[in-house]
């Protein structure tokens, strides 16, 4: 049985027309689906408007116990809700997780040797079970960044991750298709260049790619992420515009092993 | 077969210690169960850190967009999540929703002849048949006082209404107890007496109070609600303190037609 594991970034949550053009192709899909969404710009406004300043190293937010509570009001509140609502209005029967709800996805706060990354979460196991049941009963779950240590403590992150893992816990099971929507229709060759979309990327082109420069900076966990998934089961891997979802003779990035 | 809707007010929610302490409780129930939770100050202290002035007319909340907004991140977000992390940790099955969730429950924008409640929403219905198969499933269901309209919209609904509403429902497939918990053992005959409960209250006997003005203000909405429950199928309706959930003998108050 297959199931289509969909992530969309930050740009597209914060564009209110991208995000209802989103919904309306995801909401199409047929069969298993999970949505799982990052959180876009607006845990940053809110946390400004409060009074606090967002600490970032290397790419990743510091999480401080206030900045703790911003993104789980943001990414399990108000964004997560809203799309909810969304995708019940098209007629999917969507349910909000964070990673506390049903136990479905327990981490482990980061401890990392040097860096103090605060509430981050690592992830370290998937209630398999529990989704398959709510995919049985025509649930479409969709994911916001928060997962929890099963003691009582929430934790931020990286929704990525969290796709990734959700996608390989999911292909003991399924048959897993694993696609990040973003802006762009997939990686490209000149980020000038819109139509210049790497068709399909290898363990062996994307060595050349970043020796190259082409890929830089946040590709690069992304790819990575991708090629752990790959490597432990999920089925395939796809880098696109979500107008691919329902277009599959758009041009976008295909990742293989 | 039974199954236990516990309410709890804003001053439990308000009070990390009594929250704590009445988790553990809750954790402690066997069999069925459902927490519906209020909002406690937070929203209001959260609206007012961001420059909105919070609206009340006769206790009600008036929710414009903004003040939505803040209702859903701070409901179905913060309270919400830290409310499911910590059952998970005490070993309950917790899954937060909000009625958008699951179509579970569904609401009409209110259309009220005089007064702009704004984004607030009456139930309509409540989806009794995916509740069923989450209890079967050992779930725990945790609901916060946001409900959708099934159009795309989220809307701000009473927490007692929302306990009360799914007491109702699931009366036609369970036999029904609804606790409302808050800081006192029950309704008192003297507000200043903590030890004066009145143990049992009907019909016949509420509509003295009301005379007497033993029973005034916010007690009333909640009181209408016990006896709407009662005479649309809830089985039992107590109002008690927290302690009461692992000690049945502690006094309290019980609703009866």
Redesign the interface.
Known sequence: MNVQVIKIGGNIIDNPVELEKFLTDFSKIEGNKFLVHGGGKSATK?AE??GLVPQMIEGRRITDAAML?VV???????I???I???L??KDN??????G????LIQSTKRNHPTIDYGFVGDVKQVNTT?LK?LLE?G?VPVFCA?T?D?????LNTNADTIASELAIALSEVFDVTLTYCFEKQGVLQDSEDDSSVITEINEVLYKELKEQKVIHSGMIPKLDNCFNSLSRGVQKIKIAHHSMLQNPDISHTTITL
């Open positions: 809110m408007s409060i509570d789980v009001m943001i990414y399990a509140g108000q997560n809700k809203e909810v609502a969304k019940q209005s029967n969507a349910i909000g997780f964070s506390a709800d049903g136990n529990l049941t009963n649930i928060i929890h099963k003691n009582g403590q929430l």
